[in-house]
């Protein structure tokens, strides 16, 4: 098998740096060596590449994805390969993405579904979490059976969207106590989504049509109650895992920090649009423009202390994970689709590429340490989601390597680095203080010189076991 060694970088992992080598032989890391080390020991690698001046640091973990997702009449404008292909341009190595039981189907179909989407077209790898669409004996069975047999041990139910993914309380509690038999993940979008169609067709009536009603009809408070209730089912239930997913407002983090301070295994995600982007800046935008960043839960007000206190949550740990829920849509033809009626708009922001350029612009701010960025983006999803070969530079594991250039800059834009299939960048004039400059995926370099040298169908499934994170 072709050994690699990366030489004269600077290691970064959650605990902290150290100069050294990683030797790499086929898919698997087999030793971190001392500078010099290898040349001592007599090491002669098929292939050497200089990373002097450069972070050399875990290929992210994008734990919430959403390729060729339906919503609203269309579907989400990546395919598992272009997904995957921009997240190896993003320094992205593995990604979860969400397979979808709809209503009135079988669990069973909607994963059979999602395989058949996946195989042989994704260049990195691959997991799944379940989306549960109607809680019954049916549906509660076959979560055990993901769970002891196919390596899907995190299932998402939704607080929101009625007649589409919405269960009531009485269903989450079921399907809680079922995780708690399995010791599986419950993922929850935590938003009262019946009040929240009560506040839609109100502002409808009033002619208040345009995409920054998308933000006011869904207001912090309801990101915080529902938060709160999927906490307390979750006790009910049996301190039961809980993971809040894409989370946008202080109000709702304080009842994920309180439940944290209290023991229970509650657990919670943003990602790089609440911690940059705002209904100001972005959603009210002249015009349709504003269509562009509709996603739920929605974009904040710039005006209180969202985005302060999601960093802070980050530094803290109140906030484990930082992923995209990448959910593309194209202007054209789709978000056009809510042109005089906002809550037609198809929901989703594009960032898989650029999550971990984000994160790191954080890092250049002093939001965040260069520790935090790694264990955030790689090591903490992988521990999160049971990947457990992912997430580490460490003999044993997948070689997922990213090789970071800190002395680099990159601009973001449509005409710019953008490899996502939109017609459009969310993060148009972006510019990162530090550069993606060599991207390993099991081994092999799927991106180095600005140039994608990878391919679909090298990306495996991976089959992931239990939470490392529970008491």
Do not use: W
């Given at each position: 098998m072709a050994t690699t060694l990366i030489t004269n970088g600077t290691i970064v992992s959650a605990t902290g740096r150290t100069d050294g080598d990683v030797l790499i032989d086929g898919e698997t890391i087999v030793g971190i060596l001392a500078p010099g080390q290898a040349a001592s020991m007599g090491v002669n690698a098929d292939r050497t590449i200089d990373a002097t001046g450069k972070y050399v640091v875990p290929g992210g973990i994008d734990a919430h994805t959403h390729m060729e997702l339906p919503f609203g009449g269309t579907h989400a404008s990546d395919t598992f390969e272009s997904g995957t292909t921009a997240a190896a341009w993003g320094g992205v190595t593995t990604i979860v993405d969400f397979a979808v039981q709809p209503q009135g189907t079988s669990v069973q179909d909607g994963l059979a579904e999602w395989h058949e989407k996946a195989?042989?077209?994704?260049?990195?790898?691959?997991?799944?979490?379940?989306?549960?669409?109607?809680?019954?004996?049916?549906?509660?069975?076959?979560?055990?059976?993901?769970?002891?047999?196919?390596?899907?041990?995190?299932?998402?139910?939704?607080?929101?969207?009625?007649?589409?993914?919405?269960?009531?309380?009485?269903?989450?509690?079921?399907?809680?106590?079922?995780?708690?038999?399995?010791?599986?993940?419950?993922?929850?979008?935590?938003?009262?989504?019946?009040?929240?169609?009560?506040?839609?067709?109100?502002?409808?009536?009033?002619?208040?049509?345009?995409?920054?009603?998308?933000?006011?009809?869904?207001?912090?408070?309801?990101?915080?109650?529902?938060?709160?209730?999927?906490?307390?089912?979750?006790?009910v239930a049996g301190n039961v895992p809980l993971y809040i997913v894409h989370m946008s407002a202080s109000e709702a983090l304080e009842e994920v920090a309180a439940a944290q301070h209290a023991g229970l295994n509650v657990f919670a995600e943003t990602c790089p649009q609440y911690l940059y982007l705002s209904l100001e800046d972005q959603l009210m935008q002249p015009g349709f423009e504003g269509a562009k960043w509709v996603c739920s839960t929605p974009l904040r007000t710039k005006h209180e202390h969202h985005q302060a206190d999601l960093w802070k949550g980050l530094r803290m740990n109140e906030l484990a994970v930082v992923s995209t829920d990448h959910c593309p849509f194209c202007m054209k033809d789709q978000k056009e689709l809510g042109i005089g009626n906002f809550s037609a708009i198809p929901n989703g922001i594009g960032s898989i590429e650029h999550r971990m350029e984000l994160l790191y612009q954080g890092v250049v701010n002093g939001e965040i340490t260069l520790e935090r960025w790694v264990e955030t983006c790689a090591t903490t999803p992988a521990r999160m989601f049971g990947l457990d070969k992912k997430g580490q530079l460490a003999p044993g594991f997948d070689a997922d390597v990213l090789i970071w250039d800190p002395n680099s800059k990159t601009k973001l834009g449509i005409n710019d680095k953008h490899h996502m299939n939109m017609d459009h960048s969310a993060w148009e004039g972006f510019e990162i203080d530090g550069k993606v400059d060599t991207v390993i995926s099991r081994g092999t370099v799927v991106m180095e010189n600005d140039q994608f040298t990878g391919r679909a169908g090298h990306g495996k499934y991976i089959k992931r076991g239990l939470s490392t994170y529970l008491h």
């Open positions: 195989a042989g077209n994704c260049a990195i790898d691959y997991g799944f979490h379940q989306i549960i669409g109607g809680v019954d004996e049916d549906s509660l069975k076959a979560m055990t059976y993901l769970a002891d047999n196919e390596g899907i041990t995190s299932f998402k139910l939704f607080m929101a969207y009625p007649g589409v993914f919405y269960s009531d309380d009485g269903q989450i509690l079921r399907a809680m106590q079922n995780c708690g038999e399995s010791g599986a993940m419950m993922m929850m979008h935590a938003e009262n989504g019946i009040a929240i169609d009560v506040l839609v067709a109100q502002a409808l009536a009033r002619g208040e049509t345009d995409p920054m009603y998308h933000s006011l009809t869904r207001p912090v408070e309801l990101e915080a109650e529902a938060t709160h209730r999927a906490i307390e089912l979750s006790k």
